[in-house]
Structure formats: structure tokens, C-alpha cells
């Protein structure tokens, strides 16, 4: 399909093992942006990138926490050293670019559980 | 401190009758506003939105209205379909282009 895909799905991991995330964004659309959300809770962000800028990494919640981009294409978040507080629903979603209104659209997510 | 607030965590509609889902904001200098369908195991799809230079913006069935003065925007789904039982997330575009949601309303359209 056309739309944001991320790897894996699902994914359940120990306590203080790394984890990475895939994302592959809409094809042409030169903004993506990560987003969590624990259970019960609105989406929270996490960390922006648009086309070849340095990215925002305002919202990460700590230096555990990095992310990656090539070029206007995939995207890997990469959690070290997981706690049981990063279990929740990370999702990824790409836009056309920051130019007019322009909605973002979303990935069906990753699913992490810690345990 | 949140800043897109959506107070209703549920609201259940009759078949056929009008939905509507209520956000509030607390920045002024907030100028797009999205809503967003979600359903479980899947990601967000995009609804509706508005610019903060309109008041109101319609396609098919879904409406939304701006009422900036008092930093509230609101859904309106008519006729509302079972199919439309899901989450409602509403959003504003935050100073880096980030989204800023509020926690949802779950709509339950009964048969």
C-alpha cells in the first residue's frame, strides 16, 4: 500500500535490552515525525525531521532515546537500555512538509512491551 | 499542564442522530486543528481539519467548527453510522509542526 508503514508490529523485549523501530514514510513527503502513546494517554512527541534539517529531538524523554533518517526516506528509533515506563505504542506518521496545512498521516504503530 | 484538552472520555449516539465530540485549547497562538479517527491496533486517520482563519470546514458527514474566542473546537458527525464507533482525537499543530493531542473520546454509534 501507499500508506506509513512500521516494523515490527509488535515487539516485547527484557528490561535493558536495545530496541529499534522502522518506519517508512509516504512516499515524496518530506516531514516524519515519531509520536508514543501509553496506555490510556493522548499521543505524545517525540522527535521530528524535515527533509535534510537537523532534527527536533525536543520531545525526547531521554538520552536513552534516538532516532535516524536517510535522506526524505526510512526512519529508525532506537530505544537503549529499555525500562518498563517505554511500554507503550510508538507510532510514526509523514507529511508533505511543513509549506500550507498539511495533515500528517499515520503507521498502524509498534506495540512495545518491556517486561 | 495539558494543552488540548478533550473532557469527555466516552459519548454514545443513537443510529441516525448527530455525534457531537468537544475539544478546548489553551494557546492562542495555536493556527491549525486536526481530528483524527482511531481504531484498536491501528494507527490515527485523518478526518477533518481547520485553519484558525476559518470558523468552520465541512466534508460529508463531518463538520468542524472554530470558535476561537473561546478556544474550542467541536465535531459534528450527521447522521452518525455504527461504523463511526471509535477513538476521536483532537489536535493542534504545535510550533515545530508537531501534532499536540488530547486523550480522546471514545464514540459508541448504537444500532
Known amino acids: 500500500g501507499a500508506g506509513v508503514s512500521q516494523s515490527p508490529s509488535n515487539k516485547v523485549t527484557e528490561k535493558g535490552k536495545d530496541v529499534e523501530l522502522r518506519c517508512d514514510p509516504i512516499?515524496?513527503?518530506?516531514?516524519l515525525y515519531w509520536y508514543r502513546q501509553r496506555l490510556g494517554q493522548g499521543l505524545e512527541f517525540l522527535i521530528y525531521?524535515?527533509?535534510?534539517?537537523?532534527?527536533?529531538k525536543s520531545g525526547l524523554p531521554s538520552d536513552r532515546f534516538s532516532a535516524e533518517r536517510t535522506g526524505e526516506s526510512v526512519s529508525t528509533l532506537t530505544i537503549q537500555r529499555t525500562q518498563q515506563e517505554d511500554s507503550a505504542v510508538y507510532l510514526c506518521?509523514?507529511?508533505?512538509?511543513?509549506?500550507?496545512?498539511?495533515?500528517?498521516?499515520f503507521g498502524d504503530g509498534t506495540r512495545l512491551s518491556i517486561l | 499542564d495539558q494543552q488540548v484538552k478533550q473532557n469527555s472520555p466516552s459519548l454514545s449516539v443513537q443510529e441516525g442522530r448527530i455525534s457531537i465530540l468537544n475539544c478546548d485549547y489553551t494557546?492562542?497562538?495555536?493556527?491549525?486543528f486536526l481530528w483524527y479517527k482511531k481504531y484498536p491496533a491501528e494507527g490515527p486517520t485523518f478526518l477533518i481539519s481547520i485553519s484558525s482563519i476559518k470558523d468552520k470546514n465541512e466534508d460529508g458527514r463531518f463538520t468542524v467548527f472554530l470558535n476561537k474566542s473561546a478556544k474550542h473546537l467541536s465535531l459534528h458527525i450527521v447522521p452518525s453510522q455504527p461504523g463511526d464507533s471509535a477513538v476521536y482525537f483532537c489536535a493542534a499543530r504545535g510550533s515545530q509542526g508537531n501534532l499536540i493531542f488530547g486523550k480522546g473520546t471514545k464514540l459508541s454509534v448504537k444500532p
Open positions: 525531521f524535515q527533509g535534510n534539517s537537523a532534527p527536533d
Open positions: 506518521a509523514s507529511s508533505l512538509g511543513l509549506g500550507g496545512n498539511q495533515p500528517q498521516h
Open positions: 512516499s515524496g513527503h518530506t516531514a
Open positions: 494557546n492562542s497562538m495555536f493556527d491549525y
